[in-house]
């Protein structure tokens, strides 16, 4: 059962105070929209639950371990992973060798022919196979966000963040994108995904949370927080 507990977070930036106090629980395969102005903390608070950042004050639980102290490759080794707002892929390395990096670090005793055909399976899911070879610089904005998103795969993460992962991107990789959020949730994983696409965050999400400058002023049903005059 997943369970990710994120308690009273704080984190101030010298005399800025960016979280203030921030509570919430993702349990069993969730998928959760998080939105707010920016400059709310959404960013600030994916990089505290990933370990890039410490909190200020507060604690967060994955399925009973205590992540807030973990160093990231440890927390991704827990069981949460990430994709950036401004894509992270290794530019001079191929697509494939792209998706090998995260399973060769998860699981250093395993063959090599295994892994590869796990990101073959993973390509195949992205519908990427005819750039299995290609370099990562050479491919385009909405395909290095399909690239992250297939890392995700390899790592095998319980809770996956998405930050913007609809920016700038084509309609028809959107697709792609939407596909694969609805059915890696329907196989148990549970998402929060950071969005300012309103239509297809409130389409998608069943449950949404809201940040304000720091505070989380709503957290539910997508229906009912739309109605929330905060």
């Given at each position: 059962?997943?369970?990710?507990?994120?308690?009273?977070?704080?984190?101030?930036?010298?005399?800025?105070?960016?979280?203030?106090?921030?509570?919430?629980?993702?349990?069993?395969?969730?998928?959760?929209?998080?939105?707010?102005?920016?400059?709310?903390?959404?960013?600030?608070l994916t990089n505290i639950l990933d370990g890039a950042l410490k909190p200020s004050a507060g604690t967060v639980y994955m399925?009973?371990?205590?992540?807030?102290?973990?160093?990231?490759?440890?927390?991704?080794?827990?069981?949460?992973?990430?994709?950036?707002?401004?894509?992270?892929?290794?530019?001079?390395?191929?697509?494939?060798?792209?998706?090998?990096?995260?399973?060769?670090?998860?699981?250093?005793?395993?063959?090599?022919?295994?892994?590869?055909?796990?990101?073959?399976?993973?390509?195949?899911?992205?519908?990427?196979?005819?750039?299995?070879?290609?370099?990562?610089?050479?491919?385009?904005?909405?395909?290095?966000?399909?690239?992250?998103?297939?890392?995700?795969?390899?790592?095998?993460?319980?809770?996956?963040?998405?930050?913007?992962?609809?920016?700038?991107?084509?309609?028809?990789?959107?697709?792609?994108?939407?596909?694969?959020?609805?059915?890696?949730?329907?196989?148990?994983?549970?998402?929060?995904?950071?969005?300012?696409?309103?239509?297809?965050?409130?389409?998608?999400?069943?449950?949404?949370?809201?940040?304000?400058?720091?505070?989380?002023?709503?957290?539910?049903?997508?229906?009912?927080?739309?109605?929330?005059?905060?």
């Open positions: 059962m997943i369970n990710l507990e994120v308690n009273d977070v704080y984190k101030n930036f010298g005399g800025l105070q960016v979280l203030k106090g921030v509570t919430f629980k993702v349990q069993g395969p969730e998928l959760i929209g998080l939105i707010g102005p920016n400059g709310a903390g959404k960013t600030t399925n009973g371990e205590r992540i807030d102290i973990m160093p990231p490759y440890r927390v991704a080794r827990a069981g949460l992973g990430r994709t950036f707002q401004v894509t992270r892929a290794f530019r001079r390395m191929t697509v494939l060798e792209n998706l090998l990096v995260p399973a060769m670090a998860l699981n250093m005793t395993a063959r090599q022919r295994e892994f590869e055909e796990k990101a073959d399976e993973v390509l195949e899911f992205l519908t990427m196979e005819h750039l299995r070879n290609e370099y990562a610089r050479a491919l385009s904005g909405g395909q290095q966000k399909l690239l992250e998103l297939g890392r995700l795969l390899m790592l095998d993460p319980d809770v996956i963040i998405l930050d913007e992962p609809f920016a700038g991107v084509h309609p028809r990789l959107m697709e792609i994108i939407y596909r694969y959020i609805t059915e890696v949730n329907a196989q148990g994983k549970a998402f929060i995904i950071i969005s300012h696409d309103m239509d297809t965050i409130f389409t998608l999400s069943q449950r949404l949370l809201v940040l304000n400058y720091g505070d989380l002023i709503a957290d539910g049903d997508p229906a009912i927080v739309r109605q929330d005059p905060a």
